[in-house]
């Protein structure tokens, strides 16, 4: 018998797409869901080998979603699907018991892999997604916070809106070489490399919009 997949996804043409693209002789798409509630009860119907889930749905999100698939159906692997590859969700849907997770703009070979792992028991963190963050969440620090100083995260935030050196010197009432200082150690302890580099994680993380 294939791999019985149910695909959680409030929006049609998604869900249309991903069964298209994964429907095959060994994969069959048993069910699918528009909103939380309903990926429950299909889920706890057909006992499919893998749900994929979106994390953004109505009734309930992904991450409650899957914490009470794993309550009423354990066997089942639950993947995670999403466009924002945001650490602290990542944190929250593992912690509910969800198997992987993945980004929606994933092509099929890196698709496939995550399913592939899931499916073996095996967990999954798609590219793109800081690992060490996620366990930094899932011990119950605060990521992103618990790394950088108070005054490291402030010095973050004005890079990435975009101030220069002077600026934030000027903002922040410190001298430009504690600003050069403090950026230093920013790029190491996130391993970054340039400012585009540190704007693109600070977006990641919440800390601008």
Not at 4 to 21: F, P, S, T, W
Not at 78 to 83: Q, S
Not at 175 to 181: D, G, L, N, P
Request: proline share 2%.
């Amino acid at each position: 018998m294939g791999l019985r997949i149910v695909i959680a996804e409030d929006q049609q043409l998604v869900r249309q797409g991903l069964a298209a693209l994964l429907n095959s002789d060994d994969i069959a798409i048993v069910g699918e869901a528009e909103d939380g509630e309903r990926a429950v009860a299909m889920t706890v119907e057909l006992r499919p080998d893998i749900v994929l889930m979106d994390l953004s749905m109505p009734v309930f999100d992904g991450v409650e979603a899957t914490r009470r698939i794993k309550r009423r159906a354990p066997g089942v692997r639950v993947l995670i699907l999403t466009i924002a590859n945001d650490e602290r969700r990542v944190a929250e849907a593992l912690a509910a018991g969800a198997d992987g997770y993945a980004l929606k703009k994933s092509g099929h070979i890196d698709l496939m892999a995550a399913i592939s792992a899931v499916r073996a028991g095996r967990p999954y963190l798609g590219p793109g997604i800081d690992a060490t963050v996620v366990q930094e969440f899932l011990d119950g620090g605060e990521g992103v916070g618990n790394m950088l100083t108070a005054r490291e995260t402030e010095v973050l935030r004005l890079i990435a809106h975009g101030l220069k050196n002077r600026e934030i010197a000027d903002s922040l009432t410190i001298a430009i070489k504690t600003v050069e200082t403090h950026r230093t150690k920013i790029m190491q302890k996130l391993d970054l490399h340039n400012s585009a580099e540190l704007t693109a994680y600070a977006l990641r993380r919440g800390l601008i919009e």
